[in-house]
């Protein structure tokens, strides 16, 4: 059998990283059916839209994607291509597990945190406008529907893998009435999960205590723009940008990407690490029910990080990206043939 997979390589160093990654998918030996487009300022130029209508048809066929960086302009320009992909397929959960890898220095050694992150409304609606000459009002939304989806999908991943303990984020102080109401639906859900502990943290409380003692967390809930910061700073604790995997899950679609941006001023070196793209691949073949693949890759990206011959030069090392992709197929190869010759 074969797996459909929309592939989104994007601009930047998302080719490269998403070559990189293709390579090593298809050399699990599991069979991927690649729909390959263009998005952003490429697209646009090529075809006069943003978001082609043929890769938003392919991901409505393919119900999976998988998606390199694009770049979006600050202060003007097209609006950001990822949210408007979140919201056209109603990918609410952005979903970021933070684990180190071996031999990559950070402050905190064996973090294991779950984000969730609501993905489609809060600031990010982009509803946004000039009330007068010098001064612009930006409407937060939250709704009951989309906090209530969020808190059941963070609940019930926990009681599926066995976490413990979920907190929700919040600025309810402040923000009564916004806030306040994600909090009320985070804590009806949560009596329908007696065996899972809930707490609630204010947010800037939150990033005091993550950088104290990020063992004191599991999983994290909490709204589009907590989520975004908190998770930029829990990768912190595993490396940074380029080893965080993340997933945008829906009902029907599911988009898995790099949390790192296209890299501008490293593209088209053979420079970029691919890690953050590959764990987010490895997210998607659990999507699919490709469990053996998932960790075929895994322990061979462990073990080229614990052999650190062939690290990308983000971490001190001196290989390109596709020396990177050659030394963990080499090493999936390597396991396989150990595999054989016991058997
Ligand atoms: P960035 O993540 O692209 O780069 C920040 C720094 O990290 C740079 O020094 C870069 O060289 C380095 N870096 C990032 N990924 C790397 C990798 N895989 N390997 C080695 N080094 C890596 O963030 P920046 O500069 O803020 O954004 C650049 C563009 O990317 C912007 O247009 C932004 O909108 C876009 N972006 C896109 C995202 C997405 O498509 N998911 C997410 C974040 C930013």
Redesign the pocket.
Known sequence: MSHKVTLIP?D???PE?TKATVRILEATGVKFEWESFQVGAEAFEKYGEYIPKEAIESIERTHVGL????????GGGFS???VALRQKFELYANFRPIRNLPHIPTRYPDVDLIIVRENTESLYSGLEHEVVPGVVESLKIITEKASTRIAKFAFEYARKNQRKKIHAIHKANIMKLSDGLFLRCCRTVAKGFPEITYGEHIVDNTCMQLVMNPYQYDMLVMENLYGDIISDLCAAFVG???FVPSANLGDHCAIF??????????AGKN???????LRSSLLMLRHLGEFDASTQIRNALEKVYRHREKL???VGGEAGTSQFADAVIEEMDKAKSATAAVH
Do not use: Q
């Open positions: 994007g930047g160093i998302g990283v998606k390199g960086p694009v770049s979006t302009p600050i950001s291509i990822n940074g940008l380029g990407e790099a949390v790192h941006g296209s890299a501008p001023d490293i420079l970029a690490n691919p890690t953050a793209l990308t030069k983000d």
